[in-house]
């Protein structure tokens, strides 16, 4: 059924079942325990049916914002509003909004949905990259100057109206956003998506009018790549249009560049053959490392002290890095079996199945990727990778660094096809990679 014009969509935000179940997601999203959700818990069965009457009185009233500052990865001023009602409510509000509003989003669009967070944006920009090295020779990059708090009451209001029928909803909506006298406030769970919406329709404008191939939206961080520049500077001017309109500033460090430079974009460098960690991140990485060395942590221990870094990991070409940085806890972290611990026979390759052939037989052939392992010869490190080659199955060794790097990456989309390749760096250095 299609939700959009039915005239209860009020009710079902205020209804007991759908608060419960916000209050539950919003424990689970919390930080930490406040006294606000501590009396909450105490008193839930009495404090829902409080809530639900206020919402259904139209009685409630947004909360007093708790400001304060926090200066990773930037210094920003973050809004919080009490665990009871606000952030319950916020949570009963997307429960039901969300489902409506998914619909309206393009794929391009990344930020804070579910399987579309950072990691799907660095997926989507590195297959990009892999899949069409002509297509995505430059890149124009775009960021919104304080983009929260620009966004237009008006213009949310209106994209709000087009999303949904329900007038007591969005009355109350409008009271949520009218809690902050200029745009939205960080931290609010609702500004998220609101800041996510009210961008949809200029998703559609570059995809639909504009119809460029190649763009990729996280918040208000857009990356557009195309052939040549003189493309992706006819589409600045529309872009740049659109969001004057929208009452929207473009910082001025905004860029048409070579892709081969680097993208620099949530925390990634992209390069056309490889993608790097930015730099600031690498050294935050490292010092945490340090940190968990000097207070003597190993083990499981170690792994837990680092953790937030483990899953950045995945998505770069950071062998060598963990390699370096890991030591003695690189199979652990990386949840790594050596293939010599499980391997039988002398050679420890009789868990592969048919005859070894070198890389450079293979070289700009596609094959199907089946399975790898990490192993040690003569106290190097190298990949063993079983492949099939036009229907008959075999396998070859490695030292590539990046061929270990891109099999770690995507080793949960086994198999998969690739063609094997060799590429040479900027200092005219040649290595193995695939595509």
């Known amino acids: 059924m299609n939700r959009k014009g039915t005239s209860n969509l009020f009710e079902e935000v205020a209804s007991i079942d759908n608060l419960r179940r916000a209050s539950e997601r919003a424990m689970e999203n919390a930080d930490h325990e406040t006294v606000s959700m501590r009396d909450f818990k105490e008193h839930k069965e009495e404090r829902l049916q409080e809530l639900h009457d206020l919402l259904i009185s139209g009685n409630y009233q947004t909360g007093k914002y708790y400001k304060f500052t926090v200066y990773e990865p930037k210094e920003r001023v973050i809004c919080a509003l009490p665990f009871y009602p606000d952030r319950i409510v916020h949570h009963a509000c997307m429960q039901v909004l969300l489902p409506i509003w998914e619909k309206k989003f393009t794929s391009d669009a990344y930020n804070c949905l579910k399987g579309k967070g950072t990691h799907a944006f660095v997926k989507a920009i590195r297959g990009a990259l892999d899949k069409d090295p002509d297509g995505t020779m430059y890149v124009l990059q775009i960021d919104i100057r304080h983009f929260y708090e620009s966004i237009s009451h008006r213009h949310l209001k209106r994209i709000i109206r087009w999303t949904i029928k329900d007038k007591r909803l969005q009355k109350f909506l ?207 490190e190298k990949v063993v990778v079983q492949i099939c080659r036009d229907g008959e199955m075999c396998y070859f060794f490695t030292g590539s660094a990046v061929v270990a790097d891109k099999l770690d990456r995507y080793a949960d989309q086994l198999p998969f096809e690739a063609t094997i390749c060799e590429e040479v760096n900027k200092n005219n250095n040649k290595y193995y990679t695939f595509k």
């Open 174 to 380: 409008f009271e949520i956003i009218a809690s902050c006298k200029e745009g939205v406030p960080i931290g609010n769970y609702l500004s998220q998506f609101f800041a996510l919406l009210f961008l949809t329709q200029f998703d559609h404008y570059v995809k639909e009018v504009i119809r460029a191939k190649y763009y990729f939206r996280y918040c208000d961080d857009m990356i557009f790549m195309a052939a040549t520049k003189e493309e992706l500077w006819r589409i600045f001017g529309l872009v740049q249009k659109y969001l004057q309109d929208l009452e929207l500033t473009i910082k001025p460090n905004y860029r048409v560049f070579p892709a081969r430079t680097g993208i620099d974009v949530v925390g990634y460098v992209f390069f056309p053959t490889h993608t790097k960690w930015r730099k600031r991140t690498k050294l935050r990485f490292e010092k945490k490392c340090l940190i968990a060395r000097s207070q003597g942590k190993t083990g499981k221990a170690f792994k837990k002290a680092i953790g937030a870094y483990l899953g950045l990991m995945k998505y770069c070409n950071s062998y060598k890095l963990r390699r370096k940085w890991l030591g003695r806890e690189f199979d652990l972290c990386c949840n790594m079996k050596r293939f010599s611990d499980i391997a039988e026979g002398k050679d420890k390759i009789e868990s592969y199945e048919g005859h070894s052939v070198s890389i450079t037989e293979l070289l700009d052939q596609s094959v199907e990727i089946h399975s790898f392992r990490h192993i040690k010869i003569h106290g190097k």
